[in-house]
């Protein structure tokens, strides 16, 4: 089947302007996840939903930064009043409900946001 | 909260040799999960190998084998018969098992170049 897909691959915004990316996950999957990965760098882990219910949203930067899920599969990653620093690549990453084990992440394309 | 560190920024082999990246991390956790990610150049994340930390035996993926050292905290990643495909970034990863969001805490990353 389908993987995740993420949209738009590229976003160039300008500074102030209100963006909003888009995650699509692989069909049936519970947990979603949001990822910032700057250039150079790791990804670092932004928020958490599983089903509809965003359980963390401890990475998530500022509260320019929004996460929604609302009906449990497709989710939207919104931020406000764009800063230079939001320059970066957001990944989604989706993951089945198993009885056990880690649950394997399965990762999108990434949006790459560039700020100006 | 938990680190990890990947302290070779990059590393180059001949094809076919065999090539070891280091990954060490902190945590007061007993119990999580470690993982290897590769994420080839312009191309989305994916899984390459996965080690339960309660398990004492090191995981093995074909050519791909973990050397897990609980007490030291290290977990590398040897890749044997080293293939052009293998050329990526290689991301070592950390999940706790319990009480958390299953979220993934990831190191810098390594870049593996393998020349024909």
């Known amino acids: 089947g389908a993987g995740v897909s993420q949209s738009p691959r590229y976003k160039v915004a300008k500074r102030g302007q209100d963006v909003a990316l888009r995650c699509d996950p692989i069909?049936?999957?519970?947990?979603l996840f949001w990822y910032q990965q700057a250039l150079g760098q790791g990804p670092e882990f932004l928020t958490y939903f599983q089903n509809e219910a965003q359980l963390d949203k401890s990475g998530l930067p500022s509260d320019r930064f929004f996460a929604e899920r609302p009906e449990g599969s497709v989710s939207t990653l919104k931020i406000q009043r764009t800063q230079q620093e939001d320059s970066a690549v957001y990944l989604c990453?989706?993951?089945?409900?198993?009885?056990?084990?880690?649950?394997?992440?399965?990762f999108g394309p990434g949006t790459r946001l560039t700020v100006l | 909260a938990q680190t990890v560190t990947q302290s070779q920024p990059e590393m180059s082999v001949q094809e076919a040799e065999t090539v070891t990246l280091s990954c060490t991390y902190d945590t007061s956790e007993s119990n999580y999960y470690l993982f290897w990610y590769k994420q080839p150049p312009s191309r989305q994340m994916i899984l390459v190998i996965r080690q339960e930390a309660y398990k004492q035996q090191n995981a093995t993926e074909n050519r791909f084998s973990v050397n897990f050292q609980k007490a030291a905290k290290s977990f590398s990643l040897k890749i044997s018969d080293s293939q052009l495909g293998d050329t990526a970034m290689y991301f070592c990863?950390?999940?706790?098992?319990?009480?958390?969001?299953?979220?993934?805490?990831f190191g810098k990353g390594m870049k593996l170049t393998v020349n024909p």
């Open positions: 990453a989706s993951s089945p409900m198993t009885r056990q084990g880690a649950r394997e992440q399965f």
């Open positions: 069909s049936g999957h519970v947990s």
């Open positions: 990863a950390f999940m706790k098992t319990q009480g958390g969001s299953e979220k993934l805490v």
